[in-house]
């Protein structure tokens, strides 16, 4: 399977529409059998490959993600991370704001050689190397990283930024080009340690959270200069009602979108002709909460609406059972 998914991410067709994930989806169950702790697995190489291969070995789903979070990038630039050291399932949050304006980000801020020796950028790496060795002639592997707006959101109030891009338009898009530089040479990063393809997860950048005037003001030419400037294959993952911007992400230069569960597969399958299309499986209501007789509707549902993969709509919450994975990935 792992070769026919590289064959779909370099626009190939073939008669399958396999299911896998570029975005979290590990579990609970993978890393009780993995003698793993959530909190424990950010900052150990070898014990976040273990949990990112977990989910393959027990359900047979064939791919991997890493990182296991999307913070790393804020913690580069000088975030401090909140990794719940108490044991609560929760996976590392940033724990208050680097600046309180987009003025504050100079170019330098995410300049500079050192830039790229602080925070765990060495350390995600050994761990898709780690993980390329175990597992990676059976799965294809991501390298996840935020978009521009995502990363701004984690390091900026957005309170302030709001106002901001109301009142500096400009400074606001500078902030973010200057980030997308950022993100891509992490991404490219991940390449070169393994990764099969780069998933941007802009969460907080899509446009179904921020509106399609504002993204395609602020967003789109961020995220089309993430995308020239990283190796392919790239897959863009948005969140929420995209249904209105589908125009608009055609135009980000990703190989696929991936959407999730609010947007109608069949409207989106004939709005995006020339691009992959990924989804678009609810994480809670069907993966995790949904019997195997909805989660293999839904499968079938998304593979005759025309999907090239089927992908969860968002990270897979960490308790979702292992059979649910099993029913997904077997019935794609």
């Not at 900052?43 to 070995?57: E, G, P, V």
Request: hydrophobic share 40%; glycine share 8%.
């Amino acid at each position: 399977m792992r070769e026919k998914i590289l064959e779909i991410l370099s626009g190939k067709k073939i008669n399958e529409q396999p299911a896998f994930s570029g975005l979290i989806h590990i579990t609970e169950e993978g890393l009780n059998q993995e003698g793993l702790s959530l909190h424990k697995i950010h900052q150990d190489a070898k014990k976040m490959a273990k949990a990112a291969a977990s989910t393959f070995k027990l359900t047979g789903i064939p791919s991997a993600t890493l990182p296991l979070d999307l913070c790393s990038p804020a913690e580069m630039l000088g975030a401090e991370l909140n990794y719940f050291e108490g044991g609560e399932m929760m996976f590392p949050q940033v724990k208050r704001f680097l600046v309180d304006s987009v003025k504050s980000l100079a170019t330098e801020f995410t300049e500079g050689t050192e830039i790229f020796e602080r925070g765990r950028l060495s350390l995600i790496c050994e761990a898709i190397g780690l993980v390329k060795d175990d597992i990676g002639k059976d799965v294809v592997i991501s390298g996840m990283i935020p978009g521009a707006y995502t990363l701004l959101l984690y390091i900026c109030n957005p309170k302030n930024l709001f106002i901001e891009m109301k009142k500096e338009p400009q400074a606001v898009l500078d902030a973010l080009l200057s980030l997308s530089d950022f993100l891509a040479k992490i991404g490219n990063e991940y390449k070169k340690a393994g990764a099969d393809f780069i998933t941007i997860h802009d969460m907080g950048g899509s446009p179904g959270f921020i509106g399609p005037t504002k993204y395609e003001q602020f967003v789109l030419p961020a995220e089309k200069l993430l995308i020239e400037n990283l190796s392919k294959p790239i897959v863009l993952s948005v969140c929420g009602n995209v249904t209105n911007s589908l125009h608009l992400l055609s135009q980000t230069g990703a190989d696929a979108i991936s959407i999730d569960q609010t947007v109608d597969l069949a409207t989106a399958r004939a709005a995006l002709k020339d691009k992959l299309l990924f989804g678009n499986l609810d994480p809670v209501e069907t993966i995790w909460k949904g019997d195997k007789g909805h989660i293999a509707e839904s499968t079938i549902r998304a593979k005759e609406a025309g999907v090239d993969a089927i992908w969860p709509g968002c990270d897979l919450v960490i308790q979702t059972p292992v059979e649910n994975i099993k029913t997904m990935t077997e019935t794609s």
